[in-house]
């Protein structure tokens, strides 16, 4: 079957000229001029069928086939590439959201304010606390606090604005593995290649979250929000007891002390009243020579016979007192302890030791 094709005569043909032509087949044909076509104008030609060779075209036939079914598994290749690749975005984003947590972060908050106290770990809404049992699993405990001891929690700087949290009783280190499970495995002294011990303390809608390094956070009862609920100093009690038993002892020094200084005081006064009632030492005057008279001897019997008037207790400049604030050494040490210790007692008692001694002037308070 022979089918037709337009072409252009190319310039510089002359008529009768024998042109050739491409046939769409890829086969070259020879085409005639005719004498009335001019360079530049077209005409149309007829190409004859080409001899066919059975075999050929049965192997172009089976190369076509191939061809449609390599281009078919390429399209059922590329398809579940596609779905493959959908298939991982989900499982992606189901992970990305499992874990964004339900109340997410508002921020990161400083830790320096907690470092040295103690805290409870208490999830509000479910009234629990985190509590460690005697291994390293961690319990629960409900309801008002009520001084557990394994739900203590010290805090500690951890470095880069992060806390670390330990159990005094225990020692234990408070953790969150990669797979969300709160342990204690840890116990001693800090060690700083630890890791899942360090927590961030994030702000959260009602209260705080912890997320740990390990990239998962701290879940009371299922849920991330907590409070950090303050328990003053870990070791509150004993400075509690160390302070009062400070304050007792200083307390019994005191008393001890003023018991000293009162007996001393009354040793004191002791002293000095037995030195104010004892009669005054004057120096012995010698014998007057006797030089003899001519005084008859009735005289002589007479004046012997007349006794010598008494002499009145009265204190003289040389008295341990003269006046309040008198120049003695002794009188100016009882004005002294009376300043200090002015009482009516103490006045009483004084004035009775200087009861016979008119020109003293009385103690008043």
């Not at 508002?106 to 040295?116: H, S």
């Not at 009783?169 to 499970?181: I, P, Q, S």
Request: positive net charge.
């Amino acid at each position: 079957m022979s089918t037709t094709m337009q072409i252009q005569i190319p310039a510089g043909t002359a008529p009768n000229a024998i042109l050739q032509v491409r046939a769409p087949d890829g086969r070259t044909i020879k085409v005639r001029v005719p004498p009335n076509v001019r360079p530049g104008q077209q005409m149309r030609i007829a190409v004859p069928a080409a001899d066919v060779d059975r075999a050929s075209e049965a192997g172009d036939r089976d190369a076509r086939r191939r061809q449609r079914e390599e281009a078919a598994r390429y399209r059922e290749a590329a398809a579940a590439r596609d779905k493959a690749q959908s298939r991982s975005a989900a499982v992606k984003a189901a992970v990305k959201a499992a874990k964004v947590p339900a109340n997410p972060s508002r921020g990161r908050l400083p830790v320096a304010g907690l470092v040295g106290k103690s805290f409870g770990l208490y999830q509000k809404d479910q009234k629990a606390w985190l509590a460690l049992r005697l291994a390293r699993s961690f319990a629960i405990k409900n309801g008002s606090w009520a001084g557990w001891d394994t739900a203590r929690f010290v805090a500690f700087d951890a470095g880069k604005n992060r806390v670390a949290f330990r159990n005094p009783g225990t020692e234990r280190w408070l953790r969150v593995t990669a797979d969300g499970v709160t342990e204690a495995p840890a116990r001693g002294n800090w060690n700083a290649t630890w890791g899942w011990e360090r927590f961030e303390l994030h702000e959260l809608a009602g209260g705080v979250g912890l997320r740990s390094a390990s990239g998962r956070w701290l879940t009371i009862e299922g849920k991330r929000t907590i409070q950090l609920e303050p328990l003053g100093a870990w070791d509150a009690d004993e400075r509690a007891a160390a302070h009062e038993k400070k304050l007792s002892e200083e307390m019994e020094r005191a008393a001890a002390a003023d018991r000293a200084e009162a007996e001393r005081r009354a040793a004191e006064l002791r002293r000095f009243a037995a030195a104010a009632q004892a009669p005054a030492a004057t120096p012995e005057e010698p014998e007057p020579e006797t030089v003899a008279t001519d005084t008859p001897a009735g005289e002589a019997s007479r004046a012997e016979a007349v006794d010598e008037p008494p002499t009145t207790e009265r204190i003289d400049c040389d008295s341990p007192r003269v006046d309040l604030g008198g120049a003695s050494e002794l009188s100016a040490r009882i004005d002294a302890l009376f300043r200090v210790r002015r009482s009516p007692a103490l006045a009483a008692q004084l004035n009775k030791i200087y009861e016979h001694h008119e020109s003293i002037p009385r103690y008043t308070t």
